[in-house]
């Protein structure tokens, strides 16, 4: 299968569908689907950066990308969000007849997660959840993970902790396997099927809207999160399809 993608700011971006994109990570490698708020980072967190370029799958899962690129470059990228991804992933017949590991950020969302994913016909027990440590900012690497996924061999690791701290794990974790399973990046899509985070309705997915489903929920976390992102127009404005200055050193681990 030929993968299709469009070049926005030196990342190449899948265009193709949902199943395609799905079958694709079948293969194994690192998938992604960076945030609007992520990807205003570009610049100043390295590790992230350097995680995004060596992926395997970009998925758009930021409208805001999506609108900024119609305005600046005339371009429409195919969006397939995060949350879109994750539940024709946990629909599809190869997926659920895999081994898989749910990287958790806690005892209780793993939980959470767990109860879900067996009322839809998923089983997961303890047995397959790895709660993730509080990594350091800017170093997201753990030995006790890998070596977990080089004993269980799973056909997935699904990683559902937070943006900037999840791709340089998912990139470190692609880099030190010999054959690295699907490393899948979708962070809290999961949380808003089990219901931990604001349910978004599909229609507002759909119509570039999860952020303010958000919002409405957690204000005092999210406000601030999403204006943080205001700095990825001048990015796309400035830089377009071609690639970035160099990263400075200094990190960011939003959630």
Known sequence: MTT??????GLEFFAGTTLEAVRLARKGGLI?????PGLATLVT????????????LILVDSGYLAILCRLFLHTRLTRISGL?????LLSDEHFRNSRKLWVDPSEEEGATNRRHLNRIGIRVTVDDSYVAPLYTPGLAKDEALLQRIRDDRPDYV???IAGNKQEPLGH???????SPPALVCTGAAIAFLSGKQADIPRWADRLFLGWLARCFVNPGKFIPRYLRAVSLALLVAKYGRSGLPSAQMGESQDD
């Open 45 to 56: 967190d390295h590790q992230y950066r350097i995680s995004l370029e060596n992926a395997d």
């Open 84 to 88: 879109e991804f994750l539940e024709t």
């Open 172 to 178: 470190h974790l692609k880099q030190n396997l010999e």
């Open 4 to 9: 299709k993608t469009t070049r926005v700011l």
């Open 32 to 36: 992604v689907a960076p945030s609007g």
């Open 158 to 160: 699904i990683i559902n």
